[in-house]
């Protein structure tokens, strides 16, 4: 059996999206038929997280692959309220995991090397053929330090992976990948996760909402790498819905408790606010099929725009609830509006809030927009197939 080593230098169990993500990519890979192991960094976790021993029943995936956490020295815990030294502690980490994971390769062997960090391949690149390298790229850095190193990566990578069209098109133009050696593979779901997810009624009950409430719900962190996801602008616009609910799966908790006062302070019900904070992975389904509207207000950054394939959004279109979304082109190609979601434009109170009067009128065209939605994910965008798409790119020279 061929062997597949992915190396990440994460926190594992983690409550941010990257941990769901890869370890469904690397369930996705094993079932695919490879042998895969996953390496992660040895660190200290968050209590939450601690208290998680088994990160394939957290993460809802099956334990069909190795995990193997790899030593560096994590002194995060020192500063914990100082960004300098939260920096420094990340270097520190960095190079300590650079050293382990140095010694660790030389004494493994496998077919493909597969990672999402620059850093990390522009080490293997010097320790494993340059063929069996492959970079799953999430970002097209701005800054030159960046650009340089994401140029030599791509160089000395035999694959790489972007997960949109923008930053396969901007990877080949300016950071010099070739257009053979690059593919788009966007996010996606697992099928088992939805397989047995609960209708809007069941799931109600098992929370505990009122079945016959409007709900609008969001899941997530309301943040990513320091940017705002703009729920603010979705507080903003139920405002003006009558008897509209609003549902926040995620975190953190002192800027959920921001929208909680925002929500209140424009005359809402603080018992229409239906806060839950951080869920378990594999419990995330139960939620969605509560919502009436999944909604992604994200604002137009260059991030969120071009280079941001959200899990949230493939997830929103397997749970059979309606979609609300800014009419970003990091997700044109995915959704259509009128087809698979209402698509309005980005930081726009006034239209976000028609387009979700409208879902609340129309429950046929909610009805619609879900099948459509359904049927759209569960055809193209699922793990299996994007783990098959990504394996046949990576080994197209052994054909």
């Not at 139960?286 to 991030?303: E, G, K, R």
């Amino acid at each position: 059996m061929s062997k597949l080593l992915y190396i990440s230098m994460m926190r594992l169990p983690t409550e941010k999206a990257h941990g769901l993500q890869i370890m469904q990519n690397c369930e996705a890979f094993a079932d695919a038929g490879y042998e895969v192991t996953l390496w992660v960094a040895w660190r200290f976790n968050t209590p939450k997280m601690r208290a998680i021993d088994d990160p394939y029943a957290y993460y809802g995936v099956k334990p069909n692959f190795t995990i193997r956490k790899i030593p560096c020295l994590d002194v995060f815990p020192l500063f914990a309220s100082d960004s300098k030294g939260a920096r420094l502690a990340f270097y520190i980490q960095m190079v300590t995991y650079i050293i382990s994971m140095s010694v660790a390769i030389l004494f493994t062997s496998a077919e493909i090397y597969y990672s999402r960090d620059e850093i990390l391949l522009a080490v293997l690149a010097r320790l494993k053929a340059n063929a069996k390298l492959a970079y799953e790229a999430h970002l097209f850095s701005p800054t030159q330090r960046g650009a340089n190193l994401q140029k030599r990566v791509i160089s000395n990578v035999g694959s790489v992976i972007a997960i949109t069209s923008k930053l396969r098109e901007d990877l080949i133009q300016q950071r010099g990948a070739d257009s053979q050696q690059i593919i788009v593979a966007h996010d996606g779901i697992s099928q088992s996760r939805f397989a047995d997810a609960p209708d809007n009624k069941m799931a109600r009950e098992r929370i505990g909402w009122d079945e016959s409430a409007f709900i609008v719900g969001f899941v997530g962190r309301l943040q990513m790498i320091g940017m705002d996801k703009g729920v603010g602008t979705l507080v903003e616009a139920l405002a003006y819905i009558d008897g509209a609910h609003f549902a926040l799966v995620g975190g953190p908790d002192d800027m959920a408790e921001k929208l909680r006062q925002m929500w209140i302070e424009q005359g809402k019900s603080d018992a229409e606010f239906l806060y839950v904070g951080h869920v378990p992975p594999h419990k995330v389904p139960l939620y969605l099929s509560a919502f009436d509207v999944c909604a992604m207000p994200h604002p137009h950054t260059t991030q969120f725009a071009y280079y941001t394939s959200p899990l949230k959004l493939f997830e929103y279109m397997a749970s059979h609830s309606a979609i609300v979304a800014s009419d970003l082109p990091a997700w044109s190609d995915v959704v259509e509006h009128e087809q698979t979601a209402l698509l309005i434009p980005p930081s726009d109170v006034e239209a976000l809030t028609d387009a979700i009067q409208r879902l609340k009128d129309d429950p046929q065209l909610r009805h619609q927009l879900t099948t459509n939605a359904y049927q759209t994910v569960m055809a193209h965008y699922t793990w299996s197939a994007r783990a098959d798409a990504i394996l046949g790119h990576i080994n197209r020279g052994n054909k």
